[in-house]
């Protein structure tokens, strides 16, 4: 595994949103980091191959600014990555990671004990070696960490609906934190999310469309319904009639999401793909061979 440690910009700069000094919202609680026997034993063996060792920032949480990763460099070759925010005990990503091991898997994740149970699951999946974690504030570590165009998914399933409307603020999935992705991601790469709270699923859609009109996302499924069926929560008046993605086949249905419906919650999905400008075409030179124009972003 490549070191990681503060480095010059080579040749890129940090977002803007990134440079400002940070803000202390933040997205998530820490819960208690006790760990079962289990879970002891396979992180004990395993940690080092699967937990990335990057500097601190300002807190134990975010990432040193100066810090960068090569994709290329840390899995050794050039698969499509999918990065997932809140992996929770790791479910959805361990599995993905052993079903596809032609793409690469990134997850963040600020609770310890669920990136134990991640291991455990990696253990009993045979290892997997195309995943790699990091126990960092995603939202304000992952602007400027990675290149320019070189993510294919973003998965977010499930983040805290912080249902108070002062908490409101602390809502992962914003328009600002969209357009930070949107850098990140590959032309066509996507932002999947999930969530059992209509009232955040209504937060959601409004924050894509408004991130969809600047012409940064287009709707997978502009035409897709909302879930059927009776829910224990209020619809706000607002929430979109359309635009509802089906249920993601990749998305392991958790004990998380079991107890949602068990409450008698819907579960609502949402699919955008990244708009960017397509590469210009090359032009001939004096002798004949191709010659390509600077892409511009």
Known sequence: MPEQTPTENSGRTRSAAASRPRREIVSFVRRGRRLTEEQTEAWDAHHEQYMLDVPQGERDTLIHPDVRLDPVELFGNDNPLIIEIGSGQGDNIAQAAADMPDHNFLAF??????????????????????????????????PGLLPESSVEEVWIFF???????????RRLVSAGFLEELHTLLKPGGRVRTATDWAD??????????????????????????RPTGSTTDEIPEDSPATGWAPRFERRVRTAFEGKAL??????????????????????????GSAASEPTTR
Do not use: C, M
């Not at 983040?159 to 603020?169: L, V």
């Not at 008698?264 to 004096?286: C, V």
């Open 159 to 169: 983040a805290d609906p912080w249902h108070k409307t002062k908490h409101h603020k």
């Open 200 to 225: 955040y699923a209504s937060h959601q859609a409004h924050a894509f469309e408004t991130v969809a009109a600047r012409g940064l996302f287009t709707n997978d499924h502009p035409d897709g319904p």
């Open 262 to 287: 068990r409450a008698g919650r819907l579960i609502w999905d949402l699919s955008y793909s990244a708009q960017k400008p397509a590469a210009p075409a090359a032009s001939a030179t004096e002798d």
């Open 109 to 142: 994740e600020v609770w310890g004990p669920g990136n134990a149970q991640t291991v455990v699951h990696l253990q009993r999946l045979g290892l997997p070696q195309n995943l790699r974690i990091l126990e960092f504030d995603a939202e304000h570590s992952l």
